[in-house]
């Protein structure tokens, strides 16, 4: 089977950076992808990582280690808009993905 | 235009009825899903239908069905609905080996 973890919350000041970890343990392994959610949203796509490194994306970024089966998505000079679950997400199959139960961003002033 | 589509966003119900929900993407993508998401924001997938070839997740009670008249949309048809279908159900598409997914805004569902 697969299964994900990953902080259920976390907390930040506008302007820092955070660090929102994501550790996996699955039977097959395509990628880890990041997705925000905000409160009555849609999730959105963020990134997607298959091979081992850092993957830049304007203010985020996310890190892959296959070999830890660990991955980060990180944020930087933090805004309120920030403020919104965090799933990462891994492709064991071509066709199949599993999910991490999320992270709850606050982002205070 | 909206990426992908689903309707109604908000279906209320009494247990025991059949209903549906609509999905439609214009992305030309050649993968479709279903997921759900419960109370506790936990996604789970429920199928995944790509070049005909349907794959289902082996949890999901076979009172749910999937159906797709064409590439560009797949349908979720539900029978004899329960209380512990009530969650929001989420349709997406990708397209090959891209790791992106594109959700449509969901689908709220109540029984009563």
């Known amino acids: 089977g697969q299964s994900l973890e990953q902080p259920s919350e976390v907390t930040a000041v506008e302007g820092a950076i955070v660090q929102i970890n994501c550790t996996y343990q699955t039977s097959g392994f395509y990628g880890l992808s990041w997705y925000q959610q905000h409160d009555g949203g849609a999730p959105t796509f963020l990134s997607y990582n298959a091979l081992d490194g850092l993957e830049e994306t304007g203010r985020f970024s996310s890190f892959l280690s296959r070999s830890d089966s660990y991955g980060y998505l990180l944020l930087q000079e933090l805004q309120m808009k920030d403020s919104a679950s965090y799933f990462c997400a891994v492709r064991y199959n071509f066709n199949k993905f599993y999910f991490g139960s999320g992270t709850k961003l606050n982002v205070k002033p | 235009d909206t990426a992908v589509s689903q309707t109604p966003k908000y279906l209320v119900t009494q247990m025991g009825n059949d209903k549906s929900i609509k999905c439609e993407q214009n992305l030309g993508h050649d993968t479709m899903y279903w997921y759900k998401q419960d109370s506790k924001k936990f996604l789970k997938i429920m199928f995944s239908?790509?070049?005909?070839?349907?794959?289902i997740n082996e949890t999901v009670p076979n009172r749910f069905s999937p159906k797709s008249p064409d590439k560009a949309h797949l349908n979720l048809h539900i029978n004899s609905l329960e209380l512990g279908d009530s969650a929001v159900y989420f349709c997406?598409?990708?397209?090959?080996?891209?790791?992106?997914?594109?959700f449509g805004p969901g689908t709220r569902l109540t029984v009563l």
């Open positions: 997406a598409s990708s397209q090959g080996s891209a790791g992106e997914q594109f």
């Open positions: 239908y790509n070049n005909k070839e349907l794959i």
